[in-house]
């Protein structure tokens, strides 16, 4: 179990993370506003500089972050009103050295995704634990309609997968933003993300899945009293 230091210290990781990647961010951007712990922080280093007088937009990735930004008076827009975003910052459960990501821990993958794909620049911010040499110790979330849960559990128990059913603490199913349910699959070692993700998405009843692979640019990782900065090789 960690103690509570190693919970501050992961925490002042997510902080100076979430930080530097407002150095990313400039004058007249529409920005995309991730969801989770670490993504919350950014929202909050943002608004900051919006009150010291940054002009920007941004499009939340989740009711969650819609909500927080505008109380900090974020001005917000839509993908109706602009279709392309200059820069996405968000977090994630697992980062793969090619900048593969898991995504979906919090449950707005589905709206994570639609945002990364419309970014120019997609910045991961995460604490040094999500660094990972491989994909899957986190359980992968699968997005998918209530109507085909029972066969896409079995299908992807196929693949070798433990699959089990997101739920509240009271015991309902966990919906999503769009009203969709979630499978927590945990697979392991996933020793070929594309051709999961391809499985994954040929499966009729999958809405979308917590794979994002060769979507993110540049990812920073707080490590101690520093934020280290990898990017993607192409």
Known sequence: MSTISDQESLDREKQAAARASLN???????????SGSTAT????????RVRDGLKIRGIPTSVKS????????????????????????????????????????????????????????????????????????????????P???????????????????????????YKTDEGHHILDCLFGQIAYPVTLARQL????GVVEHGLFIGMASIALIGKKDEVVELQRKE
């Open 201 to 204: 998405q040929e499966m009729p």
């Open 147 to 173: 109507f085909a849960e029972p066969v896409l559990t079995r299908r992807i128990t196929d693949l070798g997968a433990k699959v089990r059913l997101r739920t509240y603490a009271y015991g309902n199913p």
């Open 66 to 145: 819609h909500d927080l930004a505008a109380s900090l008076g974020i001005p917000l827009t839509t993908l109706e009103e602009c279709p392309q975003i200059d820069v996405d910052i968000d977090g994630a459960d697992e980062i793969d050295p090619q900048l593969n990501l898991i995504k979906g821990g919090g449950g707005a993958l589905l709206r994570e995704k639609v945002i990364a794909s419309a970014s120019r620049k997609f910045v991961v911010i995460a604490e040094s634990v999500k660094q990972v040499p491989f994909l899957g110790a986190f359980p992968l979330p699968v997005e998918v309609i």
């Open 24 to 34: 990313f961010i400039k004058d007249g951007d529409i920005v995309g506003l991730g």
């Open 41 to 48: 922080y950014a929202i909050r280093f943002l608004a900051e």
